[in-house]
């Protein structure tokens, strides 16, 4: 069964800094892998998604990631943080159920950024 | 955003009462899915649906049954609330092109509390 595992369920950072948020996945497939953020009191909304296409992702407000198969990892970075960045950050990864797709999230890392 | 609202919003109840949370798309997507969140654990699939009459159960489904009688509507019911059901739920929407990857969509949420 393919699982995710995020690393620190608290990350801060100052404005400005280089946001790393990790996120390493287990499959026995090849995987398609989303990271998805949540402000408060909101629902998920995707920020970027992995599938097969480049290694590199680009997401929105200035997101990236990079899948590295050799160490399993889909680590989330942003070069400049912002106040704004401040939320719930989720990675998941696909799997088969029954034999239709469905999403496995990992536990989050909290972002917050400090003036 | 995705047309995906749920009702109620809020909902406070007591023990041992049944509870309906309703989803529903303006979308027509043929994928619905119920997720509970709680602190620490990330979200947690509960049922899914990938048609018409046609649903199966996630990860945490003890306690929780599912209905979909139309493609915009997905019904989420607690039989008998306990205290353990207290969290959010979300539900999230997918137009799955076969079994390649599952981006998902998802509501607004709706908080629970069971007394």
């Known amino acids: 069964a393919q699982s995710v595992t995020q690393l620190g369920s608290h990350v801060s950072v100052s404005e400005g800094a280089l946001v790393l948020l990790r996120c390493n996945y287990s499959s026995s497939v090849p995987p398609y892998l989303f990271w998805y953020v949540q402000y408060p009191n909101q629902g998920l909304q995707l920020l970027l998604k992995y599938t097969s296409a480049a290694t590199l992702v680009k997401g929105i407000n200035g997101f990236e990631a990079e899948f590295k198969k050799s160490e399993t990892s889909f680590h989330l970075t942003k070069p400049s943080a912002h106040m704004s960045d401040a939320a719930e950050y989720f990675c998941?990864?696909?799997?088969?159920?029954?034999?239709?797709?469905?999403?496995?999230f990992g536990k989050g890392t909290m972002l917050l950024v400090s003036p | 955003d995705a047309g995906i609202t749920q009702s109620p919003r809020h909902k406070v109840t007591e023990t041992g009462t049944p509870v309906t949370l309703r989803c529903h798309q303006t979308?027509?997507?043929?994928?619905m899915y119920w997720y509970r969140q709680d602190p620490g654990h990330g979200l947690r699939l509960i049922h899914y649906?990938?048609?018409?009459?046609?649903?199966d159960k996630g990860e945490v489904s003890d306690g929780y049954s599912v209905s979909r009688s139309k493609t915009e509507d997905f019904l989420l019911t607690l039989e008998s609330a306990t205290s353990s059901q207290t969290s959010v739920y979300f539900c999230?929407?997918?137009?799955?092109?076969?079994?390649?990857?599952?981006?998902?969509?998802f509501g607004p949420g709706t908080r629970l509390t069971v007394l």
């Open positions: 998941a990864v696909s799997s088969m159920n029954s034999g239709y797709s469905t999403l496995t």
């Open positions: 649906s990938y048609g018409v009459k046609d649903t």
């Open positions: 979308e027509n997507h043929r994928y």
């Open positions: 999230a929407i997918s137009e799955s092109r076969g079994f390649s990857y599952n981006e998902q969509f």
